[in-house]
């Protein structure tokens, strides 16, 4: 594959593991954001091409980890609802929630389709017009902008059966919360495709203020590799800055058009984070222009938060504090096909790529 | 009667004039054999051999048609080739239909043709039946089952049961994998993917019985279907308490597949094959095996993928294309798209 294969190469990737090893000297904690790179990382073994004073902490970027068990139980809540129609990418299908999960609650009757792209919703919302139709919005920058394009889409054809459940939640903020919390990381590694969408703009405070190195990096293995050479080199001559490595894709301006959709459609709230807590304006609302189009406007539900399930550490796994190796669940009372945990169901969820590729 | 324009009606399985209608100008029309044009209510099957083969498979597939094939040729070539696996040459199959009302006939008998088309190239004989119609939304258009006999030879009793397999020992399969996973869903009507990916849905009793018959050391043999090569494998290191080993590198993959893997974030090894047979046999063999193999239509991209290890028992460990390992587990759940 064209623009894959290429950076996968295996001497590529051990050009840059001994650059790596010449270059770092001192420990250094660096913090992949994305479930996307934590996925890589695992998958390509990159762990074994570092040296041991390099440290690599998972972060809090994958959507449905963090959005958690009230999400679920709130869309399983709108699926009560008379006629409705839950439509949600698959991910969140096998998510439990706290008595139950969307898969079981579709075999018991409810009527939850599984969609690949939020324009299908529109289809659905059209051929079923006496339906509600529900989209489970939920994922950072790369997904929101979708969601956005389907909601100002559905006001211009006039779609007034179609809804959004919106858990779409913004990067920036939590990364910043977690240097405040006090979590010892020495650099990011940004995730691609968010900042594709925002541009880099977003990470000049965590640079500047927090002097903290940020390299937007790429999902392959020698972008990997590159992205922590590039930390490892602003650490060594203590020059935090903002970089980016994945300059195929991303641009500092980000995509002004998918931002603009943004901006159209949702407004910043404050939202709650699993093991985080409450992150003052790091979520995504609907705003007042296409209320219409909230399922929380249109069939306000009061759904209680439930407890993290016991024994569960997702919290802390979340914030970079513990490894699923330290979670005593982990592969014995939590495995993917029987999760406890939302980190161990979804597919970029550290504990399940900890367990796939546990060796 | 005019097939093409017509449906099907709850009385086309009510067992009247019109059910017999339909079996006379279509089922008979082309399934049509001595045995099954008896109309017996049990098929008489004249059969020499020391041991029989006798399995059964039900397909509900979604679409019907996809690129490849459709439900018809998938339900002869997934019954034969579970019989032919085992070292049986497949030779009688029974076809049941359970048909949504106002299904249209026209599909059915594009689906019956293939079906019939399949069993021909197979060379294996329709002999029984059944015609079912339920109401509208009792099931999702049409459901087919099939049931097959087949044959086994003394010498060859054993190539399921992976006995005496040993480390050293080699996996061969016969081409890509994941093709027809992959085709099927690209075929879906919610899914906006243009792709070239074409199912490999296929009769491998041809292919294994040259196998069988110029290689006399086969110690296992299974079709990867569902689930794909990775349970197909797990089971194999489970059972023989052995670890297997897969090099990625040798894998084979066509390029669409792999493009749709990497997009949805799925593993080849985990998508459904309905064409391809995975084999062990001993180092020594090998190459004379892969060479039977590759010199038949449907093995020219066999390849050797893997050994039976010593280490890491009953798991199954996959050497990656940048020097790294991982296990390679059994599928859980459905292969999920991913979001980001």
């Known amino acids: 594959m064209q623009y894959i294969d290429e950076y996968r190469k295996k001497d590529l990737i051990l050009a840059v593991s001994e650059e790596i090893k010449r270059s770092s000297k001192k420990e250094i904690t660096l913090m992949e954001v994305c479930g996307g790179h934590t996925m890589a990382i695992h998958r390509f073994g990159l762990h074994s091409l570092l040296p041991a004073n390099i440290h690599l902490l998972s972060g809090p970027g994958c959507p449905v980890c963090v959005s958690g068990q009230h999400f679920i139980d709130t869309a399983i809540a709108y699926s009560k609802i008379p006629g409705a129609i839950i439509t949600t990418y698959g991910d969140l299908i096998r998510v439990p929630g706290s008595a139950t999960s969307l898969e079981k609650e579709k075999a018991n009757g409810a009527d939850i389709r599984i969609i690949y792209s939020v324009l299908e919703v529109l289809e659905i919302a059209k051929n079923n017009p006496a339906n509600p139709v529900f989209f489970l919005g939920i994922g950072f920058e790369t997904t929101s902008p979708a969601t956005a394009a389907a909601i100002i889409r559905a006001k211009k054809e006039g779609i007034d059966n179609f809804f959004v459940l919106s858990a779409h939640k913004i990067m920036p903020p939590v990364m910043k919360a977690l240097v405040i919390e006090g979590v010892k990381i020495d650099g990011f590694i940004a995730p691609g495709h968010v900042s594709a969408i925002t541009g880099t703009s977003i990470y000049n405070e965590l640079a500047g203020k927090h002097g903290l190195g940020v390299v937007v990096s790429g999902f392959e293995p020698v972008d990997m590799m590159q992205s922590i050479l590039m930390l490892v080199r602003q650490f060594e001559a203590s020059a935090p800055k903002v970089e980016i490595q994945y300059k195929r894709i991303v641009h500092p301006e980000g995509n002004l058009i998918a931002r603009g959709l943004l901006a159209q459609a949702f407004e910043l709230q404050d939202d709650t984070w699993r093991g985080l807590g409450v992150i003052p304006s790091s979520g995504l609302k609907i705003t007042k222009e296409f209320s219409e189009y909230d399922a929380g406007t249109k069939y306000p539900l009061n759904v209680p938060v439930p407890p993290d399930p016991k024994g569960c550490i997702c919290g802390s796994v979340l914030r970079g504090l513990k490894t699923p190796n330290d979670c005593k669940l982990f592969a014995t009372a939590c495995t993917p096909s029987d999760p406890v945990g939302a980190c161990m169901v979804s597919g970029e969820g550290t504990c399940a790529t900890y367990y796939k590729y546990r060796s | ?340």
């Not at chain 2, 030779?91 to 079906?115: D, R």
């Not at chain 2, 004989?125 to 003394?154: Q, W």
């Not at chain 2, 046999?281 to 050797?304: C, D, F, Q, V």
């Open chain 2, 1 to 340: 009667m005019n097939l093409k324009s017509e449906k099907i009606l709850l009385s086309h399985g009510n067992g009247g004039r019109m059910m017999h209608n339909l079996i006379e100008n279509l089922f008979l029309k082309h399934f049509g054999n001595e045995i099954l044009e008896e109309q017996t209510d049990a098929a008489i099957l004249p059969v020499d051999a020391p041991f029989l083969a006798f399995t059964t498979d039900s397909f509900v597939i979604d679409p019907l048609f996809f690129p490849g094939g459709n439900i018809g040729k998938l339900a002869v070539c997934g019954t034969v080739n579970d019989l032919a696996v085992s070292g049986a040459v497949p030779l009688y199959l029974s076809v049941s239909f359970i048909i949504e009302e106002g299904f249209p006939i026209g599909e059915l008998e594009l689906i019956v043709k293939s079906l019939a088309d399949e069993a021909r190239y197979a060379g294996v004989k329709i002999v029984t039946g059944d015609t079912k119609v339920v109401n509208k939304g009792k099931c999702d258009k049409l459901f087919i089952n099939t049931a097959g006999i087949g044959t086994v030879r003394k010498e060859d009793q054993l190539v399921a049961k992976a006995q005496n397999i040993q480390p050293g020992d080699v996996i061969i399969i016969n081409g890509t994998i994941g093709d027809h996973g992959m085709a099927v869903m690209s075929a879906r009507e919610s899914f906006n993917f243009k792709s070239t990916i074409s199912s490999d849905c296929a009769s491998l009793n041809h292919l294994i019985r040259s196998m069988l018959d110029q290689s006399g050391e086969i110690k296992f043999m299974r079709d990867p279907t569902r689930g794909g090569v990775a349970t197909v494998l797990n089971e194999l290191a489970a059972k023989t308490t052995l670890g297997i080993e897969v090099n990625e590198q040798d894998l084979p993959v066509s390029k669409g597949v792999s493009a749709m893997c990497e997009i949805l974030g799925f593993d080849p090894l985990h998508i459904a094959n309905e064409g391809k047979v995975l084999v062990v046999t001993s180092e020594a063999e090998s190459l004379h095996l892969l060479n039977i193999m590759k010199s038949h239509p449907l093995g020219k991209e066999s390849a050797i993928i893997g050994h039976v290890v010593t280490d890491h028992p009953g798991k199954v460990v996959l050497k990656t294309g940048t020097g790294g390992k991982r296990i390679i587990d059994m599928l859980t759940g459905d292969p999920l798209p991913r979001i980001c």
